[in-house]
């Protein structure tokens, strides 16, 4: 599982600025999940995506986050106009082509910071 | 809705006791279950899954898990823990989507 890869690993940002967080699965997984992890809380799932597709975004906030999974490259976690309540772990999992029964194999995390 | 409830938040154990930590869960479908640790500083790391066939599951470092249908848990269980199991564990349930839906987590220290 320390295929997927994350980065930044730590990423500090001010009020109303954008943060960028990227994922880079495992080689061969096409399916990439994102889960946000408060402090005290267990990881809650925000979205996930197959290549060039959204397939459940049900978890996601309804402004100011989006995410993509682009034919090539990494797939992105994008919050715009951050607050201080954005400060998280943001962590990726990937998993292989059939998806749904498939083990999902997480990230380091991002560590995102709202000052 | 989905959910999965972990009943300790903090448990304390001295090396070489043994270990049980609680998780049920909420979901009448075919149910897929999982238990990870996370470690100092670490990512999640998958300890063992529950898809179908036997109920109680081995996992690594010698970590096991049953699954009881009729009480909707899945407790995870090692006979004699080690300094090194000092970690954090989450439970998780899949959902219907695929996505998996995790407890808060259960802290376990490990006292030498």
């Known amino acids: 599982n320390a295929g997927v890869m994350q980065n930044p690993r730590h990423l500090v940002r001010r009020r109303g600025q954008e943060a960028r967080l990227r994922c880079s699965p495992m080689?061969?997984?096409?399916?990439v999940y994102w889960y946000r992890q408060l402090p005290e809380e267990g990881l809650k799932f925000m979205v996930y995506?197959?290549?060039?597709?959204?397939?459940?975004e049900s978890g996601m906030p309804k402004e100011r986050f989006s995410a993509e999974f682009p034919k090539e490259g990494p797939s992105i976690l994008r919050i715009q106009q951050v607050v201080r309540g954005d400060s998280a772990a943001y962590f990726c999992?990937?998993?292989?082509?059939?998806?749904?029964?498939?083990?999902?194999?997480f990230g380091p995390g991002t560590r995102l910071l709202v000052l | 809705a989905q959910s999965v409830s972990q009943h300790n938040h903090h448990v304390i154990l001295s090396e070489a006791a043994s270990l049980e930590l609680g998780c049920n869960y909420s979901?009448?479908?075919?149910?897929?279950l999982f238990w990870y640790v996370q470690y100092p500083g670490q990512h999640l790391q998958l300890l063992l899954k529950?898809?179908?066939?036997?109920?109680l599951v081995k996992g690594i470092k010698g970590f096991e898990a049953e699954f009881i249908k009729s009480k909707f848990s899945f407790n995870l269980r090692k006979p004699s823990v080690q300094w090194s199991d000092t970690a954090e564990y989450f439970c998780?349930?899949?959902?219907?989507?695929?996505?998996?839906?995790f407890g808060k987590g259960t802290k376990l220290s490990v006292k030498p």
């Open positions: 999992a990937s998993s292989l082509p059939s998806g749904k029964q498939e083990t999902q194999y």
């Open positions: 080689k061969g997984h096409s399916h």
């Open positions: 995506l197959q290549k060039e597709n959204i397939i459940d």
């Open positions: 979901y009448g479908g075919t149910v897929n």
């Open positions: 529950y898809f179908s066939g036997d109920p």
């Open positions: 998780a349930v899949r959902g219907s989507q695929g996505n998996l839906i």
